[in-house]
Structures are given as structure tokens and as C-alpha cells.
């Protein structure tokens, strides 16, 4: 794997496979930000979300999440972790803490945006909850929300509308 | 200041004199969990805000954020930190930063409601995030709202309803 | 499983099947606390790691470390996660980021505590990080790292000797 | 302040005001990483503390947490935030908790580094704790601390020793 966009496309193969498109995750940007910044360009969110897909952090989560719920699915896990993730039990939080090293990358908006949609559950994330699917997702719902937090973030901190010149540096210099 | 109920008492004082009641609490934390716990008694809830304004480390975050808020309405702050608190500058986050000790009280479920209710600002968190009072509550309004976010949390933690037998240990052990 | 205790049987049986005694983490707790605390007690430390171990996000936090750990020893993770634990790549940050629901149970100190042995591996942490036994602890040193930092942080919380009484409330409080 | 890197210079002034130079961090920085990365050049970690002192949290910290430390340090706070800080109360914990911001932004490595000199306290860090010379460094030496920690994990973040190409797309991405 010498190619620098392998672990970037493997994440993004491993949301494909189990249903989720950049274009979902787009629609969950859109529908955080947009009433912030204008015009809100499909390039702008989709580089963001790259962005965001390109840290390492990132895609060491979507890999281990995205494991736990494929065992969980193949009945593959001990108990009492199986039962635990067949029901979505709501007192159970890992799904939520693996999620901070996603939430926390540009700066605490990431965390307000994660706590509106994952309670909201708009868009894909709805799908993702739909019990009657079969499928397990209990760690890829909070893995997507906070991808879409994240990237709505960053939209937010490198966007000179939302800048004060009197008072902060050019968000050129956050990346 | 040998009671132990001091500084409880002066954390309640502090949110009192700045216009939050345990009242104005407790119909945050009404809202947050109404549709998941019944009955939601008055008593559960007042102890469960009882319980986290106890803590040591939502005291010291309230006297912390409260001084920051009445030194900036004093014009009493260096700049750029006086222009940045006037103004509640949308990427200032060290308001939302300070929270973290209390969300993170009783588990993830913290997290989520917090950013929730601080997105959607119901009760108190309108009206202490109306610049036309002239006052500044730049940490205020988080504070309340990861307090009330906190005590939702606890309740959801203890509560019989939201346990499965089968998978979970009594929550008589969680508080 | 009605009895209250299972869950935190469980967890207790899972760190002794991983080769993990209590005693292994009091001894860590010690090494934290002993410059601190006098006279700090087999009985207080011991309490401190029963509390912790009751607390249902270190319950949920051990049983999904420990499945991937074992999963991994079993060669039953998918590629690139299954090589990734195997060779406990240095930036592979998922263990320490479960931990978060563990070290901040009792306040900012147990943080600190959980960096400083995590660097400095004392005791169990050292056997445990020993790639030569040919096991795969990746989560479970983390984990264990992390209850001893919190039981530590909870000593000290509960400590009267770090308390100052003209500016401090009652410890009683903390639980 | 049209000029990008005004709240960068802003920053650095406060911390030389304040008796810390950008070298003293540096030395925490080599402390950190010697026994990892070969040759660790000044330039690379100068650049590595440059881009933690641009991002917009870490200067909003360090803003705000040095307001408070010259606030107790001239008597003007309310009781009890001005004898807390005076004493700097080992159970106080805002200063930790505002350098969250700051430790999360190169993953979890960040954390474990923080931990470790914030209990170790080398170099500059020793001095800032010194209450002989009558100075308030409550919340600079966390926030000093949680630069060094940030800088050596992005240093950690970006070097090819420690990346395994068969496992882990191009460090090029991570900035």
C-alpha cells in the first residue's frame, strides 16, 4: 500500500459497502451548515469531507467500528457484546466515545453538530437506525454523524463569513 | 466554609444571580428525556440536578464561566479576549471546551443531549442567548445547558425502564 | 442475569482470564496515589477499584477492548485491522480513545494519571505491552492503565488530606 | 488585524510575556520524542510548534487561560475562583480540561504526552510550578504542557519511522 489514497479509499469502500454514499454524508453538511454560509458549494462540502477521510484518526475509527458491526451482523462476537449490539442497547456508549477523535478535529462546534444530528437523525442516519433492515449499524451511525460534524466544522472555521478580521487570524492557517 | 452544602449552595447563588433558576433546569432536563421515561417526576429530576451541581468539577466549571461572563460585562478583560466575549464570536469554543467535565458525568448519552439543546436553544438557553439584555453569558448558556444535558443523563442511566435485565447490571450501583 | 453484581463479575472475570488481577491494578493505584495519600489503605483502594468497575462505561469499555484483543489473538479480524493489532502500530489511537469514559470518570487528575503510567508502564502495563508472549493486549493495557488512573483520580477526590475545607465542600458528596 | 498571523504573534507575545519562549517548549518537545524520531531537527519541531500555535483553539486558549492567571495574579477575581487559583487547588481542574482543545488535535498520542509532563514536569514546566516567585501559572503550565504534548504528536503524526507503508496511507495527508 505505497499509494497515499489507499487507506483514504479503503474507508470510503468500507461507508460504500455498508451503504452509505459521500453524497449522504454531503446532505448532512449541507443540512448543518447551510444556514451559515452562503453560497454553500457542493465542491466546498466535498472537499471537507475529503479532508476530514484523509486523517488517520478517522480511518482507524470507520475501521473498527465498521468491524464491530460486521461481527455483530455475523453473529461472530461473545456474549454478552453480541446481544449488546443486536438490541442497540442506549446505555451502551462506545460507539459514541470511538467518535471523538473525529468530533474533536476542528475544534467544539464538531461536538454541537454530533449531538443535533445524532439526536435528529436526519437523512442516511435514519436509514442507518432502521432496526428492521437486519443489519447492525450501531457503530456506523455515530461514525457518520460525526464524519458530517467534523466536516461541517471545518467548513465553519475556514469560512470568511463566519470570520470577524477585526479580531481573528485568516483561516487560511487552520487546515 | 466547614458545611459541606457550601459550595452547592454557592453554585445555585452564582446561576440564580445571573437569572437561572433550578426550575428553568429542570424543564431543560423535562425535555430531554419526557419522551423516553414515564412517569418523570418532579422529585427525580430535581435530584438528579441536585446530584451533578454536587460535583466538584461543575462547581469549579460554573465559577470559572460566570467570572469570565461578569468580568466582559464589567469591560473588565484584556483584548482581544473583551472584544471576543461581547461579541460571542461563533469560533471562540473554550465555553463549550469547559462543559466537557460535566457532559462527560454519566456517560456518552451527555454528549448527545448537550449538543442538542444547544443547538436548538429551548427555555432558559433562549433567553440567555438574547444579546438585546445587554449582559454577557457566553459560558452561562453552556454551562446550563451541560448541567440540564447531565442531569438527563443520570436519569437515563438510572432509570429501570431504559435496563435490560438480561444484559445489564442494577443501576443501583451507577450513581 | 438479575443479580446485580454479574456484570461486574464479568468484567473482573475477564481481566483475570486475560492474566489481569485486581491486585495487579492496586498496585498500580499505589504507585499513583502513595506520595499523596497517608496512609493510603489496601481497603480505600480496593473500594476505589470495586467503584470503578461498577461504573456500567468501564463494563462496556473492557468487554469491547477485550473482544477485539482476543479477536485479533484468534486471527479473526478483517485486513488492515488484524495487522494493524498484531504489530500495535504506534498510531493506531482507537484503545486510548475508549478509555476516554473510563479516565474521566472522576474529574481532569485521572487524565494525567492515565498519561504518565501509559508512558512510563509500570508493573502489569509493563507484562502486558511484552510483544514476546505472543498475545494481543492492545486495548487491554489501555484499559487497565486507565481504571487504575481513575481509581486513583477518585482517591483523590475522596481524600480528605487534599481537601481544603475553607475553600472546598464535603467529599461526601463525590461519590 | 487584517494580517493572518496577527493572533499568532499575539499568542507568542503572551506566552513570552509570561516568561516562556518558543525554545523552552522546543526542549519539552525533544524531551518527548528524542527516543522515537532520528534526527529530530530544530526546524522540524519549530514547525510543528508553529502550526499548534496558529490554529485558532490553541490561541483561544492560551487567550483566555493567561487572562485568568494575570487576573488572580493582580487580586481581582471574585472568592472563592481568587483563593482557588492563589492556592492552585490540586482538585481544581478547568485549566486541564481547557487544554483538551489543544492535546486532541493530533489524535490520542497527544493525550498520553500531556499526561506524562504534566506529571513529570520537565524543564520550563518545573519553573512554572515554582510559587516562590509569587507568580499565578494555573492554567499557562497546562497550557504550555499541552502545546509541547500537541507538537511532538503532530511530529509523531508526520515521520516515516513511524509509519508502516504496508499499513498506512501517506503521512503527506495529515496536516
Same mark, same amino acid.
Given at each position: 500500500?505505497?499509494?497515499?489514497?489507499?487507506?483514504?479509499?479503503?474507508?470510503?469502500?468500507?461507508?460504500?459497502?455498508?451503504?452509505?454514499?459521500?453524497?449522504?454524508?454531503?446532505?448532512?453538511?449541507?443540512?448543518?451548515?447551510?444556514?451559515?454560509?452562503?453560497?454553500?458549494?457542493?465542491?466546498?462540502?466535498?472537499?471537507?469531507?475529503?479532508? %476530514? =477521510?484523509?486523517?488517520?484518526?478517522?480511518?482507524?475509527?470507520?475501521?473498527?467500528? &465498521?468491524? /464491530? $458491526?460486521? !461481527?455483530?451482523?455475523?453473529?461472530?462476537?461473545?456474549?454478552?457484546?453480541?446481544?449488546?449490539?443486536?438490541?442497540?442497547?442506549?446505555?451502551?456508549?462506545?460507539?459514541?466515545?470511538?467518535?471523538?477523535?473525529?468530533?474533536?478535529?476542528?475544534?467544539?462546534?464538531?461536538?454541537?453538530?454530533?449531538?443535533?444530528?445524532?439526536?435528529?437523525?436526519?437523512? %442516511? =442516519?435514519?436509514?442507518?437506525?432502521?432496526?428492521?433492515?437486519?443489519?447492525?449499524? &450501531?457503530? /456506523? $451511525?455515530? !461514525?457518520?454523524?460525526?464524519?458530517?460534524?467534523?466536516?461541517?466544522?471545518?467548513?465553519?472555521?475556514?469560512?470568511?463569513?463566519?470570520?470577524?478580521?477585526?479580531?481573528?487570524?485568516?483561516?487560511?492557517?487552520?487546515?
Amino acid at each position: 500500500m505505497k499509494n497515499p489514497e489507499n487507506f483514504y479509499q479503503l474507508t470510503v469502500n468500507l461507508l460504500n459497502e455498508r451503504g452509505v454514499k459521500l453524497s449522504d454524508i454531503e446532505e448532512l453538511v449541507y443540512g448543518l451548515q447551510k444556514a451559515y454560509i452562503h453560497p454553500l458549494t457542493h465542491e466546498a462540502m466535498q472537499e471537507s469531507i475529503h479532508k %476530514i =477521510l484523509q486523517k488517520r484518526e478517522v480511518q482507524n475509527a470507520v475501521i473498527t467500528g &465498521v468491524e /464491530l $458491526d460486521k !461481527l455483530a451482523e455475523q453473529h461472530k462476537l461473545s456474549e454478552p457484546l453480541q446481544s449488546i449490539m443486536e438490541k442497540d442497547e442506549p446505555l451502551y456508549g462506545c460507539d459514541e466515545v470511538l467518535t471523538f477523535s473525529i468530533t474533536n478535529l476542528y475544534g467544539s462546534i464538531g461536538f454541537t453538530n454530533y449531538g443535533y444530528i445524532d439526536k435528529v437523525k436526519p437523512g %442516511i =442516519l435514519k436509514w442507518l437506525n432502521d432496526k428492521s433492515t437486519g443489519r447492525v449499524n &450501531v457503530f /456506523l $451511525d455515530d !461514525l457518520v454523524g460525526a464524519i458530517a460534524a467534523a466536516a461541517a466544522s471545518r467548513l465553519a472555521h475556514t469560512n470568511p463569513d463566519l470570520e470577524d478580521d477585526s479580531i481573528y487570524s485568516s483561516p487560511k492557517n487552520e487546515d
